[in-house]
């Protein structure tokens, strides 16, 4: 029986998927793990571990190098959470354009005193914000969450703005056609009244708000940021509210430098705590889990391409190997060499690495697997 250890408290509807398997938050030498936010890049990669399951889009707390390095394929749950975190960011967008939460705060601290009405009349017009119709919103980033996030903002008449210069097909065909799309990161941060970010924390995109890109922003922007704490340099944005360049920042990624700052608003990361959105990652990262775990295919993996095929034959083999030369032709010598007929086959990269599903007639014995695994540049080989 394979086993599947859990490293964070998961939602019961993957229980149902991992039958079959040993599924606790004890099993040891597990097949595959799967988590939320547990911090793997200190934890052990046994020599069992075939697949880590991400119960959310962020992986940056597991380490993926490592993994691809051994043939571990990490994979990722996009859009399963996307619902929520689009609901989240609304709410934020009259957060930002109306001070709604100083208000209540300072109306809760007129308890006790007397003629509160007239206090509250009094005092009101320190909290008078701006309504969002008719603003525009700049979306950075438009993936699952971003293309929901850009047509209900068009929905509460809201002018949109998108930038993607990684824009697949597929969320292209999900966002509204007046959605108005740049290739120039500059006019989002020059001409919007908001700005919401939904990109990956990479090289490339850590730090991208800081002082440079704050200070071509259009005065008094509000700016959104559900996605990473780390796209923000903390201290240059603080310094921009503070100086009124930011009339507010709200982040999900609250931080020393951000907490108990004026018109800063952190949220203790609830992008994703909804029953639904826990329940939605939950089931895609098990059925993921599972059908690697069973029978070699990948969906949503963040190292290995996405290779997948029926099964429709006496054996499988399943391949990790480094995206180089002739590899594949050798691989395919060694089982040809042992009178094994191949009935089909993928093999797909991703960068440095690639992946190939083999369904063979027959059954390839432990002396062919060793001379596959002996080839230069094949990282591991798996026989279901």
Not at 185 to 210: A, E, Q, R, Y
Request: hydrophobic letters at 45%; one cysteine or more; aromatic letters at 6%.
């Amino acid at each position: 029986m394979m086993k599947i250890l859990k490293l964070n408290a998961i939602s019961p509807v993957a229980d149902d998927v991992f039958k079959g398997y040993e599924y606790s938050d004890k099993a040891e030498n597990p097949d595959g793990i799967i988590l939320r936010s547990f911090a793997m890049h200190e934890y052990p990669l046994g020599e069992n571990l075939l697949a880590v399951a991400r119960a959310g889009a962020g992986v940056n707390n597991i380490p993926i190098d490592k993994c691809t390095e051994r043939g571990i394929v990490v994979f990722n749950t996009p859009g399963a959470n996307a619902n929520a975190v689009k609901e989240l960011v609304l709410c934020e967008l009259f957060l930002g354009g109306r001070k709604i939460v100083d208000g209540a705060a300072w109306a809760q601290s007129l308890k006790g005193q007397p003629d509160i009405s007239k206090l509250v009349e009094k005092g009101k017009g320190k909290f008078v914000g701006q309504e969002i119709i008719g603003k525009k919103l700049g979306v950075i980033g438009l993936g699952a969450i971003g293309a929901m996030v850009a047509n209900a903002a068009l929905a509460l008449g809201m002018e949109v703005v998108g930038y993607d210069p990684f824009l697949s097909i597929k969320s292209a065909w999900m966002i509204d056609r007046r959605v108005e799309f740049t290739a120039d990161l500059n006019t989002v941060l020059k001409s919007c009244d908001f700005i919401t970010v939904h990109v990956p924390l990479t090289p490339d995109t850590k730090g991208m708000f800081n002082k440079n890109t704050l200070a071509l922003c259009k005065d008094g922007v509000v700016i959104i940021n559900n996605s990473r704490g780390d796209l923000v340099v903390s201290s240059d944005m603080a310094d921009a509210v503070a100086e009124g360049k930011v009339s507010r920042y709200i982040t999900d990624f609250p931080d020393e430098t951000l907490l108990g700052k004026e018109n800063i608003l952190c949220v203790p990361h609830l992008g994703a705590s909804t029953p639904e959105a826990e329940d939605n990652c939950a089931f895609m990262a098990a059925k993921q889990l599972t059908d690697y775990l069973e029978n070699g295919n990948i969906t949503n993996s963040v190292n290995y391409p996405a290779v997948s095929m029926p099964r429709a034959s006496t054996a499988r083999v399943c391949v990790h190997h480094h995206n180089i030369k002739e590899i594949l032709s050798k691989i395919l010598a060694v089982v040809s060499s042992q009178g094994i007929n191949v009935a089909h086959m993928q093999d797909q990269s991703k960068g440095e690495y690639a992946y190939l599903i083999l369904d063979l007639d027959d059954i390839p014995s432990e002396a062919c697997l060793s001379m596959i695994k002996g080839i230069a540049g094949v990282i591991r080989v798996r026989k279901i």
